[in-house]
C-alpha cells in the first residue's frame, strides 16, 4: 500500500491553504490508502503552498530542498499555486507538478474509488511537520532587506537559482522536524465549518501573478451553498468562514451576485455566524445597499483589503473604488453590529509610494480593527515589474523599522508579514503532540 505523507504552508492567518490540503488528505483518505505521520518511510511527499510574493517563494525553495535531500526515495507532489508561480521547479526529477486547477490528475494517477471532485471537507486540518523556524526564514529576510540579523550566513545561502536548489547541500543538522512518531494531522479548533463558493478571484491588480494564470472564476451555484451550510447546520456548526481568495468575486459566472447569497442565506432559519475571509473594496462599495441590513448582526469578522490610503497609487495597482467611501461603509456596517471585527490589508513599499504616502495607512487604526501589511515584491507575468520609481531596499528598511515600532505600541493590532509566521509558530509550539 502506497504511504503518503502531507505537508502544507497552512501557517497563514487564513485557511486557504489548509482547505485545500484538507481536500487532498480526504482524498486518499477515503480511497484507503495510508496516510503516514512521518515522512520517513513515504512513498509519496505531497507539498502545497501558495507562494504568491519572493518572501513565500524562498521559504518554498527551502522547503522542497529539504524534502529532496532528506527523503531522496519519495516521489515528491508539488500543489497549491507553485505549479504555475513557480514552474521552473518541473524541471527536478522526481518532482510532478499538479495546479489546484487540475486535482483531477489525482484521479488519472492513483485508483480511486472515490473522485478528488467529491471530497466533502467538514473540518480542516492543519499540516505541521516542519519547524519553521528552523529554516532559518528571517536570515533570508533581514539580509535581503540588509539589516542586522541575529543569525550569521553567507550571502549565497539566500541566492537561490535553480541549479543550487538541485544541488545545495544546505545544512540539515540545523533543520529538525517535529517528533513526528506523536505528531498527527492537527483539527482546526475554532469550530467554524470551511465553505469555499468560489475559487480564485477576479480582479487585475497590477502587482498580483496570480490571477494572471488562475482562469475564470468559478462560484458554486446558490443551492449548493446552501446544501453546505444546512449540512454543517446537522453537524452542529454556528460558525461558517468563507475562506476565498475573495467571496465577492461570487457573480461572475451566474446570474446572482455575492449580495443575493447573502441576503439567501440571511433566510436560513438557524442562529449562525458568518466569517469573510475577504471582501473586494470595489465590490463592497458596489453592492453595499443590496445587502440586508439584518445579515451585517450575523457577520462576525471580514477584511475589507484596501491596499493603500493613496488614489493615486490605487489607481497604479489597477484597483477602482473610492478610498473613503470604502472607510465610510465600514463605519456604517460596524453602528449595525458594534461587535463586529472589521480588518484591512496594505501592500507597502509600491512602486512610487512616498513616506507620507505610507505613514498615512496608520491612521486607518481609527477605523480598523487590525492592520495587516506586506511589503511589495516584482513577480513575473505582472504590470507593475516594470514600472518606474521603484524605492531602494535602504528605503524599505527605513519603512520596515517604522512599522516595527508602531507594532510595539499597538501590538495586538498591527501585523507584517514576519509577524504572522511567528505568530503561527507559537501556536504550534503550544500544542501538545
Request: aromatic content about 20%.
Amino acid at each position: 500500500m502506497l504511504k503518503v505523507f502531507i505537508w502544507s504552508g497552512s501557517g497563514s492567518e487564513h485557511k486557504i491553504c489548509a482547505y485545500q490540503s484538507t481536500i487532498i488528505f480526504n482524498f486518499f483518505k477515503e480511497n484507503n490508502y495510508n496516510l503516514v505521520k512521518s515522512p520517513i518511510n513515504a512513498d509519496l511527499i505531497i507539498l502545497n503552498w501558495y507562494p504568491f510574493e519572493e518572501f513565500e517563494e524562498k521559504i518554498n525553495l527551502l522547503t522542497i530542498n529539504y524534502y529532496l535531500i532528506k527523503y531522496s526515495s519519495a516521489k515528491i507532489i508539488l500543489t497549491g499555486s507553485i505549479p504555475w508561480m513557480m514552474p521552473y521547479l518541473n524541471k527536478l526529477e522526481r518532482v510532478k507538478l499538479i495546479w489546484l486547477k487540475n486535482l483531477n490528475k489525482f484521479d488519472d494517477d492513483y485508483k480511486v474509488n472515490v473522485s478528488i471532485n467529491d471530497i466533502v471537507v467538514d473540518n480542516v486540518k492543519f499540516f505541521v511537520p516542519l519547524n519553521l523556524e528552523s529554516l532559518n526564514i528571517d536570515k533570508y529576510w533581514y539580509s535581503w532587506m540588509n539589516i542586522e540579523s541575529k543569525y550569521n550566513f553567507l550571502e549565497s545561502d539566500y541566492k537561490i537559482t535553480l541549479e543550487q536548489v538541485k544541488s545545495w547541500e544546505y545544512g540539515l543538522w540545523k533543520i529538525f522536524e517535529y517528533d513526528t512518531e506523536k505528531y498527527s494531522y492537527l483539527e482546526d479548533l475554532s469550530w467554524e465549518y470551511p465553505i469555499e463558493i468560489c475559487t480564485w478571484c477576479w480582479w487585475f491588480c497590477s502587482y498580483c501573478d496570480i490571477r494572471n494564470v488562475a482562469g475564470f472564476v468559478k462560484s458554486l451555484p446558490l443551492d449548493l451553498v446552501v446544501k453546505k451550510i444546512k449540512r454543517g447546520i446537522s453537524l452542529w456548526y454556528k460558525e461558517f468562514h468563507f475562506i476565498d481568495e475573495d467571496s465577492a468575486s461570487y457573480w461572475l459566472d451566474l446570474w446572482i451576485d455575492f449580495a443575493d447569497l447573502l441576503n439567501n442565506i440571511n433566510k436560513i432559519d438557524w442562529d449562525f455566524k458568518i466569517k469573510i475571509f475577504y471582501f473586494e473594496p470595489w465590490r463592497l462599495e458596489k453592492l453595499f445597499e443590496k445587502i440586508d441590513i439584518s445579515l451585517w448582526k450575523k457577520i462576525i469578522n471580514f477584511c475589507v483589503p484596501l491596499q493603500t490610503t493613496s488614489q493615486r497609487i490605487l489607481k497604479l495597482m489597477n484597483r477602482k473604488y473610492n478610498i473613503n467611501n470604502v472607510i465610510n461603509i465600514s463605519n456604517k456596517i460596524r453602528s449595525y453590529n458594534k461587535n463586529i471585527i472589521i480588518t484591512t490589508q496594505f501592500i507597502y513599499w509600491f512602486p512610487s509610494e512616498t513616506f507620507d504616502e505610507f505613514k498615512d495607512y496608520f491612521k486607518m487604526l481609527n477605523y480598523y480593527d487590525e492592520l495587516w501589511f506586506w511589503y511589495y515584491s516584482d513577480r513575473l507575468w505582472t504590470k507593475s515589474v516594470n514600472f518606474n520609481l521603484k524605492i531602494s531596499k535602504k528605503e524599505l528598511s527605513k519603512r520596515m523599522v517604522f512599522l516595527w515600532k508602531i507594532k510595539e505600541r499597538y501590538i495586538e493590532r498591527v501585523f507584517d508579514k514576519n509577524q504572522t509566521l511567528k505568530i503561527w509558530l507559537n501556536i504550534i509550539n503550544s500544542r501538545k503532540f
